[in-house]
């Protein structure tokens, strides 16, 4: 049997670098899947890849309509919404907080944390008709710590950590379980290349090689851990952060001559 049948997971993001391997993984494990995204062409395509446990819903996630009307249709094509992976994020160009325009933080934010805060609202109700559920909020490592010319996204990741941990709270006693994941320097398009009006990527900035596992890490691997908790294995598990960036945040790793 597998972990997620009978299940009904709605990813945010869900055509982009992680957010479809988040998909497919699921998918894989038995689950209906909503793919929520702003790319139709992509979202359909992949829902017609995937067959009929899957349907692709346009979500822009700032939207409030836009979240009830995917909770609508998770539920009207599979009777229920179990899991919701707030996945969907932007990077802003980077900028010094002085040469930051009003409108690129407020992008950000209304993006990073209040498309998480709305899909929590929205969804939380659904899950509770399901009697019980997970959510899992993508953060980022540069939400446990601040990076220059990022103030933007650094400041709207930590703030899904409190959003995390006040929902956990909040949701417990209704059987919905909420955590968060940190993924480090992840080899997708949206570290590979440059944000919207930038010149450089974040990758451009980051060789792994002084990390402790030397590598970028890969979709999956923050795939793998995402299943484990949205899965009845965690099921004591609510309000944690899980950090996953191949040591990324221990420091430089020591480096020995060989003998």
Do not use: C
Not at 82 to 87: A, D, K, M, P, R
Not at 199 to 228: H, K, N
């Amino acid at each position: 049997m597998n972990r997620f049948d009978d299940q009904t997971v709605l990813v945010t993001g869900g055509t982009g670098g992680q957010g479809s391997s988040h998909v497919r993984a699921f998918h894989a494990e038995g689950a209906n899947v909503v793919i929520g995204d702003i790319d139709a062409e992509r979202g359909a395509a992949l829902a017609d890849e995937l067959g009929p446990r899957a349907r692709f819903t346009r979500l822009d996630v700032t939207d409030e309509s836009s979240w009830s009307a995917a909770v609508l249709a998770a539920e009207s094509a599979f009777g229920a919404l179990n899991v919701l992976v707030n996945n969907a994020g932007v990077q802003n160009p980077p900028a010094t907080i002085e040469d930051t325009e009003q409108a690129t933080w407020s992008r950000i934010l209304d993006i990073n944390l209040t498309g998480t805060f709305l899909g929590i609202k929205v969804a939380a109700p659904a899950l509770r008709r399901a009697t019980g559920g997970a959510i899992v909020n993508i953060a980022s490592t540069m939400g446990l710590g601040g990076t220059a010319h990022y103030a933007p996204y650094v400041a709207s990741k930590w703030a899904v950590r409190g959003l995390t941990r006040t929902a956990a709270l909040e949701l417990g006693r209704d059987h919905i379980r909420v955590n968060t994941i940190h993924p480090g320097v992840i080899a997708t398009p949206f570290i590979q290349e440059p944000a919207a009006g930038a010149t450089a990527a974040i990758a451009d900035f980051y060789s792994p090689e002084p990390f402790a596992i030397p590598r970028l890490g890969e979709p999956t691997d923050v795939t793998r851990l995402l299943l484990f908790l949205t899965s009845s294995d965690a099921s004591f598990i609510t309000g944690s952060e899980y950090v996953i960036d191949g040591g990324l945040l221990l420091g430089p790793a020591l480096q020995t001559e060989a003998a």
